[in-house]
T-cell receptor, first 112, second 113 residues
Framework: DADVTQTPRNRITKTGKRIMLECSQTKGHDRMYWYRQDPGLGLRLIYY???????NKGEISDGYSVSRQAQAKFSLSLESAIPNQTALYFCATSDWARNIQYFGAGTRLSVL | AQTVTQSQPEMSVQEAETVTLSCTYD???????LFWYKQPPSRQMILVIRQEAYKQQNATENRFSVNFQKAAKSFSLKISDSQLGDAAMYFC??????????FGTGTSLTVIP
């Protein structure tokens, strides 16, 4: 089983719909992240959390919200999806000792 | 603010040859971490190599090695004996003190048989 699991793998939704992307991890890491990847732009940070009570905005948080339900779970919500949120979304965790990020398999989201 | 720049959007290499991917970064910190990640068509992000800035020795992982030039803020990845499975998007990344990670825009590597 994957250490960092994202669900769903792919999702198509319509403009204005609320959608939640979920992430769970079995690595025991406190730090979790959400990124979006767009062609030519690399990975951009949406939100990150260093523990259950710590939530921080990243570079592109507008239009997104997150919830850290437990150490192992970090979900990303789009309250009212719009077409320019069509992208590949990654969840990641990191360990404080070696500062390595471990990624989920990604969620490809299309907003029509 | 920290930035990571990959100036080569696309690169190609003949199978069995050597290729070098470039990365520069901007920081005022002295102790930080640098990474290269590989993203094959499966879209999974895979760690290739990690460098600690306080270590002068360049990191090496099998056919992958880096040329870390701290004063020049340069961190290039050399792939030796290129294989078809090396074809992927490669991302350079920076991290300081366990805070945010900053990624470059990526270099798409094609391996020609």
């Amino acid at each position: 089983d994957a250490d960092v699991t994202q669900t769903p793998r792919n999702r198509i939704t319509k403009t204005g719909k609320r959608i939640m992307l979920e992430c769970s991890q079995t690595k025991g890491h406190d730090r979790m992240y959400w990124y979006r990847q767009d062609p030519g732009l690399g990975l951009r940070l949406i939100y990150y959390s260093f523990d259950v009570k710590d939530i921080n905005k990243g570079e592109i948080s507008d239009g997104y919200s997150v919830s850290r339900q437990a150490q192992a779970k970090f979900s990303l919500s789009l309250e009212s999806a719009i077409p320019n949120q069509t992208a590949l979304y990654f969840c990641a965790t990191s360990d404080w000792a070696r500062n390595i990020q471990y990624f989920g398999a990604g969620t490809r989201l299309s907003v029509l | 603010a920290q930035t990571v720049t990959q100036s080569q959007p696309e690169m190609s290499v003949q199978e069995a040859e050597t290729v070098t991917l470039s990365c520069t970064y901007d920081t005022s910190e002295s102790d930080y971490y640098l990474f290269w990640y590989k993203q094959p068509p499966s879209r999974q992000m895979i760690l290739v190599i990690r460098q600690e800035a306080y270590k002068q020795q360049n990191a090496t992982e099998n056919r992958f090695s880096v040329n870390f030039q701290k004063a020049a803020k340069s961190f290039s990845l050399k792939i030796s004996d290129s294989q078809l499975g090396d074809a992927a998007m490669y991302f350079c990344a920076y991290n300081w003190a366990g805070n945010q990670f900053y990624f470059g825009t990526g270099t798409s590597l094609t391996v020609i048989p």
